[in-house]
Every structure is written in C-alpha cells, then in structure tokens.
C-alpha cells in the first residue's frame, strides 16, 4: 500500500533523496556488493549511492545507517516505557539528566491529560532495555534519585504488535 | 560455545558467539559507509568477509537483525509523528492491535501492562493524515485514546551493548 501525501514537499527532501531513502529502507542484501542493484536501478555508481547516504546522515534526514536489532532475540527481554510527572517549569533540567543515563534511549517530553477518562499526569517519558525487570526498577530508581521526581510508573511492554521502523 | 545452525533457545533468546557479539556491536553504530561494508567488517574483526556475510545472514534468519538500512530521522524529514495510548479493555485487545497494524503509518505497536496498554507509533506527511487515523480508531471502537506528540526531545540513542 502506498502511504498518502508527499514528502518530496517535505523540508529539504529532494525527489532523489526520497528515491535513494525508499530503496534502502527495507534494508541492503548481505552480499560483498550490497548496493550494485540499488545503483543499477536508480542508474547511478554504487559510489554514488554510498556518497548519497553519506549526504542524507549530513543534512540529517538519516539519523544512522546500521542495523535494527530485535532487543529480545538477544537477550534484552525487558523493555520498560517509564513515565515521569515532571513540574512543567523543570522539565529541561530533567530532560538532560535523564537523558545523561546511558541505559536510556529515549527521553522526550510530551503533552499530559491528567483529567478523567485518561487519568494521565505523566508529561516525560525514558526508554530503557534490561535483562531483567529488576534492573530496570533499579535504573528508574536511580534516574529518580537523581531527579528528585518521585511520582512515576514502570509501564513493561508485554507484546509486540508490529515494528517495522519508520517507512516513507 | 558450539551451536546447531538454527537453533533458538526456549526463552527466544538466540544463541550467539563472542564474534556474533562483536559484529552486532559493531553494525548498529559504525556500519562502515563504503562500497564494500563487508569487507571492512571482515578486515576490522580479522574474519574472512564470507563468514562475515553467513553470520548476517543467520541472525537475520533467526530474526536478532531485521535489517540494515537507514534509520529515518522523522524531526527532519518534515512529516508529523506522534505516539499514541488506547484504554482498551482486556478482551478487545485482539481486535484494536489487528486494526491498528493495518496502518502503514504505524511503525511500533505494543501491548503493555497499564489501564492505558496499547501504544503505537504514527508517522505521516501532515497532521491531517494523523487527525484522520486517530478519527478512524476513535470511530470504530470508542475507547479514550491518548494523542502525545513530542514537545522536546532530549535523546535518541539505541544501542544494544553485548558483553
């Protein structure tokens, strides 16, 4: 299915950027001349193709190029969402400590919705793998000792739907 | 240690060698950006770039690498992101995850043990198309839905450290 609208439009994107992107997001063969149909498909180098990424990573459309790894396949079983209620006015203090950790991976801010039905006070949200799920209680404790935020949730993800990375 | 081609422990946690440990490390965030980024695996770890390539391919096969490829920076690629939560009671969870998968735009969706405990991730061209999605699933099922695009960004960095 094709997805709706444009990004070509987008900031920056040119056609041949959207053209280069979509014929690497699925992924490169694993072969010792991974990009030769990707280059004889678009009509360029294999060079050029690699020079293109090199582009993207500096205009920053890419943020890496490298491998999606399947966290539980080896051996990161426990996947914790942990959400933070953060007063609104200590919300960049706290975003750069937690983000200091580095068992986080993510750290974003976003919108709260503390009234009925959602019941939802929690405004910061850090991601963190482990092997077990006391190490990730251990993390969030120290990420709240360090922050001083004691209102919080552990929220483990006990099933996985889809992940296919972000298409365009 | 030895291991059978194939073989998956019972918990699915794949069995894997140091040399495996060393090539995942090294493919998450330094995949060489060359014409052969095989080869200069292969050169880096002292391995011949076959077996580097047959590793690959077994831990895609048994699905520890989905792929290799760009991540997608959405900040910058000028489209509209959000992530969104559904309080969706216990014996509907089959329906609204299988409804929500159908979605192209939706790129994580995960079960998880709160009130609120289907969480997915919705990246589009515009807000329109978001507001359209969240419309659908508000329309067929009814439940609350939590609408949380990003205010800030303060890190994103996976990385996945086998010792």
């Known amino acids: ?9 987008a ?3 040119t056609e041949n950027d959207l053209k280069i992107i979509r014929s690497l997001q699925d992924g490169i063969e694993f072969e010792s001349n991974p990009y ?15 020079d293109a990424i090199k582009n993207l990573i500096d205009k920053k459309m890419i943020r890496r190029f490298g ?6 396949k080896i051996g990161f079983v426990y996947n914790s969402m942990i959400v933070w209620d953060v007063p609104d006015e200590k919300t960049k203090e706290v975003g750069k400590i937690m983000a200091s950790f580095k068992e986080v991976s993510h750290c974003y801010e976003r919108p709260r919705f503390p009234d009925p039905p959602y019941n939802w006070p929690y405004n910061m949200f850090t991601m963190v793998h ?10 969030a404790k120290r990420i709240s000792d360090a922050t001083k935020i004691k209102n919080y949730k552990l929220i483990f993800s006990t099933r996985e739907f ?3 990375g972000v298409r365009i | 240690m030895e291991m059978e081609k194939g073989e998956i422990e019972n918990s699915g946690i794949i069995e894997m060698d140091e040399i495996d440990k060393k090539i995942i490390n090294k493919i998450q965030l330094e995949f060489p950006l060359s014409t052969r980024p095989f080869r200069d695996i292969s050169n880096e770890l002292n391995i011949p770039e076959e077996e580097v390539i047959e590793r690959l391919k077994r831990l895609k096969s048994l699905g520890a690498i989905r792929r290799i490829g760009p991540i997608i920076n959405t900040r910058k690629i000028g ?3 959000t992530l969104v939560g559904v309080k969706v009671p216990e014996y509907d969870i089959e329906r609204v995850a299988e409804f929500i998968n159908n979605y192209t735009e939706v790129s994580h969706n995960y079960l998880r043990d709160a009130d609120v405990n289907i969480w997915f991730t919705l990246s589009a061209p515009n807000r329109e198309r978001i507001d359209e999605i ?7 099922f009814g439940y609350p839905i939590l609408d949380l695009p990003t205010i800030n960004q303060y890190k994103i960095q996976v990385y996945f450290d086998l010792k």
């Open chain 1, 1 to 9: 299915m094709e997805n709706i609208g444009n990004y070509e439009k």
């Open chain 1, 130 to 139: 482990a092997t077990s799920k006391e190490e990730c209680e251990e993390m």
């Open chain 2, 134 to 140: 969240l419309q659908e699933i508000k329309d067929e």
């Open chain 1, 36 to 50: 030769s149909k990707i280059a004889s498909d678009l009509g360029m180098t294999e060079q050029e193709v690699v």
């Open chain 2, 79 to 81: 489209g509209s992101n």
């Open chain 1, 11 to 13: 900031y920056e994107m």
């Open chain 1, 67 to 72: 491998a999606s790894i399947a966290h539980r």
């Open chain 1, 162 to 164: 889809k992940k296919t």
